[in-house]
Nanobody, 118 residues
Framework: QVQLVESGGGLVQAGGSLRLSCAAS????????MGWYRQAPGKERELVAR????????AYADSVKGRFTISRDNAKNTVSLQMNSLKPEDTAIYYC???????????WGRGTQVTVSS
């Protein structure tokens, strides 16, 4: 099992910034992907940004490219998401995710609310 603990989030005005962090513990040797998803009210959960943990490649949703930056600390098994130039449409619950290759194991954090006011 892998446990994911998120921190950060909150309320910010449009154009502002927030930083999310996620710490993984447990059987982290099995992690191949680690990153962030979000789910807005009435919408499906979507990928925001994700690391391929071994190769270091990164995937971003088109809607956040140039505004959000994902980073990692291998030694601490943490990933962070720096969110700049936030927009009201970024309002959602943000979930940390860790998954094994092939998604045989897929873990989620509890989620943290991000609200961007206009």
């Amino acid at each position: 099992q892998v446990q994911l603990v998120e921190s950060g989030g909150g309320l910010v005005q449009a154009g502002g910034s927030l930083r999310l962090s996620c710490a993984a513990s447990g059987r982290t040797f099995n992690i191949y992907y680690m990153g962030w998803y979000r789910q807005a009210p009435g919408k499906e959960r979507e990928l925001v940004a994700r690391f391929n943990w071994s190769g270091g490649s990164i995937a971003y949703a088109d809607s956040v490219k140039g505004r959000f930056t994902i980073s990692r600390d291998n030694a601490k098994n943490t990933v962070s998401l720096q969110m700049n130039s936030l927009k009201p449409e970024d309002t959602a619950i943000y979930y940390c995710n860790a998954a094994s290759l092939g998604l045989a194991a897929n873990y989620w954090g509890r989620g943290t609310q991000v609200t961007v006011s206009s």
